[in-house]
């Protein structure tokens, strides 16, 4: 029997329609749940769930018959499955009921469709390149890597920082700014995005360096092969900065040797076959969007 994973934050009363819904079409379908556990106690009692539904709470806990692992809920909630499947060969079914949906992709009226899909393999599969960052010190646990975005950023209301950042060891530049940020190109339509870094397809096999807020205005964000072991080297007149995977983060001493490079496995993302990503890109950034008409 095929299984696949279930997860989310948070049971939602007001969603019970759509959880009823995808919990019977993994039924009538002949998918067995293995629904992540924290998740499973706060469906008891308001969701009837298959017979023999199983439980998982670490990637230790899901067995080679798992294929897929359905994400319900925003970006967010997606981003927080890289810990839970790590380097399994686990593809993620993103169904967004949350806000924007860049990752999150399959709206809630599609849940039937996309469990067909899952049984006919007729997904569309995006490989989406991580990043992973090596330090000093051990950062971030068994889960040194990202989906988005790694960043440097200056610790509270102090001033800025100066960034001497190196490709494969040869200089690049000194950025004096708030922060740095290194996208994949999954994260190239988030945090980079909004610091005016530019959109670079899924595919594309490179990183994007954006800085945040730079005192020299001519200093623009720059696109480079994914190939590239990214160092950084931090002056700041704190002793301590923040370094942030995706939404995780923590806070580091100043002096610390840093660098960020392509991870050896990447992620699966599963997607309708109607769907692609320039479809995404004028629907989620209302792109050609004239209220005048």
């Known amino acids: 029997m095929m299984q696949a994973a279930v997860y989310s934050r948070v049971y939602d009363p007001d969603q019970q329609a759509e959880w009823q819904l995808l919990f019977d079409e993994m039924e009538n379908q002949g998918i067995r749940p293995v629904i992540y556990r924290s998740f499973y106690e706060q469906l008891l009692g308001s969701i009837r769930l298959p017979e023999g539904v199983g439980q998982f709470s670490s990637a230790r806990d899901l067995s080679e018959e798992v294929e897929f692992l359905i994400s319900f809920g925003g970006?967010?909630?997606?981003?927080?499955?890289?810990?839970?499947?790590?380097?399994?060969?686990?593809?993620?079914?993103g169904i967004n009921s949350g806000r924007l949906g860049f990752l999150a992709s399959i709206g809630r009226e599609d849940i039937p469709s996309a469990i067909r899909a899952m049984v006919q393999r007729s997904f569309v599969e995006d490989r989406r390149t991580l990043i992973h960052v090596d330090a000093s010190r051990p950062l971030f646990g068994e889960v040194p890597y990202a989906l988005n975005e790694f960043t440097i950023h200056k610790k509270d209301q102090g001033s800025m920082i100066k960034i001497h950042t190196y490709l494969n060891g040869e200089f690049l530049n000194t950025y004096w700014a708030d922060g740095l940020i290194v996208a994949t190109p999954t994260g190239s339509t988030g945090y980079s995005l909004s610091c005016q870094g530019p959109i670079v397809f899924p595919d594309s096999r490179s990183f994007v360096i954006t800085p945040i807020a730079p005192h020299n205005l001519n200093v623009r964000p720059?696109?480079?092969?994914?190939?590239?072991?990214?160092?950084?080297?931090?002056?700041?007149?704190?002793?301590?900065?923040?370094?942030s995977l995706d939404a995780r983060r923590e806070v580091i001493s100043k002096d610390i040797q840093l660098a960020v490079r392509k991870e050896f496995f990447d992620l699966g993302l599963l997607r309708l076959s109607e769907d692609n990503f320039l479809q995404t890109l004028r629907n989620k950034l209302t792109w050609g969007l004239d209220k005048r008409n």
């Open 75 to 93: 970006d967010g909630t997606l981003l927080d499955t890289l810990s839970l499947i790590r380097e399994k060969r686990i593809n993620i079914v």
């Open 222 to 243: 720059i696109v480079v092969p994914d190939t590239n072991v990214i160092s950084f080297e931090i002056e700041s007149r704190s002793e301590e900065v923040i370094c």
